[in-house]
């Protein structure tokens, strides 16, 4: 009877993982197919896009960590991307028109892709702070990828919280692993912060104070030119 309760506890874990795993892949395909689209890219590059907007920051956590890469265990995350090309070529009007829509997809995909990033990094064996930044690699590398494929700023390198909203939830994760809690209590908890982060930065323009190293410089100088030579 314990074997019993303990297989089903791991089955039922192992497939809340694979639901995160397909769920995040396909949100973030579809963000990254919104914008190949957007660019007037054809039905093969839009999915080379997706796929790498999908698979990207999950293949560099591996490649990182030494393991084998979780995309090449089955072909379901190639055939969950071409599902996600379907999807946009059916609703391509209501999905690239929309930005909100890109917002959503790609803010499920950072959410789920940062837990399961925190995850897999303490399955290994590793320390909280490697599992906060595979974390954040698994969460935002896939869209800076995309986002140098179709030639524009990577996000996390513009005004708007991104990379910061992915460290935020995987240290939520991290404390409420650190505690105890149950495996899927820390994925709610921390892909929640992750969203509610974001949402919460654009609705209130939330962003991270500038470097402004150039003013200063020049601050710096005027000064130097304003001071009074010294008696001889």
Not at 74 to 83: D, I, N, R
Not at 188 to 212: D, M, S
Request: with cysteine; proline share 3%.
């Amino acid at each position: 009877m314990l074997c019993a309760e303990t297989a089903r506890a791991v089955f039922s874990v192992q497939t809340f993982l694979s639901v995160l795993e397909y769920v995040g892949v396909l949100a973030c395909a579809i963000s990254g197919l919104r914008i190949s689209t957007a660019k007037h890219f054809d039905m093969f590059g839009a999915y080379v896009v997706g796929l790498v907007t999908a698979i990207g920051g999950g293949s560099l956590r591996d490649a990182m960590l030494g393991v084998p890469m979780f995309w090449m265990r089955q072909p379901g995350y190639l055939v969950c991307t071409f599902f996600a090309v379907v999807v946009v070529w059916a609703f391509g009007r209501r999905i690239v028109n929309e930005n909100i829509t890109w917002f959503v997809f790609d803010t499920i995909g950072l959410a789920l892709f940062t837990v399961l990033g925190v995850q897999k990094s303490f399955a290994i064996g590793h320390a909280w702070w490697i599992a906060v930044v595979m974390g954040m690699i698994t969460g935002a590398a896939g869209g800076v990828m995309r986002d140098v494929l179709v030639n524009d700023v990577p996000l996390i390198f513009r005004s708007e919280l991104y990379a910061t909203a992915s460290m935020l939830g995987a240290l939520v994760y991290c404390g409420a692993h650190s505690l105890g809690f149950d495996l899927r209590i820390c994925a709610v908890a921390g892909g929640a912060v992750v969203v509610a982060t974001r949402i919460l930065a654009v609705r209130y323009r939330w962003a991270l104070p500038k470097l402004t190293g150039r003013s200063q410089v020049r601050r710096f100088s005027h000064r130097l030119r304003e001071k009074p030579a010294s008696p001889r």
